[in-house]
């Protein structure tokens, strides 16, 4: 009797959200133009698995390579991630049941305004290697000082789309406001990933 192999989680089709997975296997497809002339894809994912990491930290390492990420809700798993996408619901203070704690700002610690990392790169034979580092000079001068934050990228190939990627790292981590609370069902549309409109009188 011949050995069946099995790859994978062994997820069944219907446990995956294929719509969400269409959509950003088509924003990874989009062209982008380079400065240099010529377009490469948005994002891609290459690189070698090893059977003795653990799957959910090769999964992290593959949605690096897209900004994604993975969720679970509703007994699917949804992938979200890598693009700006509007907001569909504005929440008002009305929608908090437990009132909201609002974070105006970032510890010290956790603030940085340059990143840097290494990818595995076809430039470089395949061998990992720095890619170019990224910085925000509005971020450094107001922080008084270059602050570094390693954002490695192991299924990122090419160092114009590890650039692309660590930027939007970079500006994401500068929008420092962050909002938490107890909403009411309203908030039941709502998954992991999805943009919101917030409106508060006061504020």
Known sequence: KKKKTKYG??????????????????????DVALSGGGTENRYECHGIVYNDIAPMDILDDMLSSCL??????????????????????TLTEDDFISGFEVQAKQSRRNLF??????????????????????SDS??????????????????????TMAQRIAKVFLRKSRQQIVLSGKVNMKGFTLQVGDVVNFTNTRM
């Open 68 to 89: 994604g990420i993975l969720s679970y809700s509703n007994g699917m798993f949804i992938i979200r991630g890598g693009q700006y996408v509007s907001p569909s619901l």
């Open 113 to 134: 305004n340059t990143v840097k990392g290494i990818f595995t790169s076809s430039e470089t034979n395949f061998q990992p290697s720095d890619y170019p580092a990224v």
């Open 9 to 30: 989680l062994g997820t069944s089709l219907s446990n995956i959200d294929t719509v969400s997975f269409t959509t950003m296997a088509n924003l990874c497809d989009e």
């Open 138 to 159: 509005t971020a450094v001068a107001s922080d008084g000082e270059t602050l570094f934050a390693d954002l490695d990228l192991p299924f990122t190939k090419t160092s």
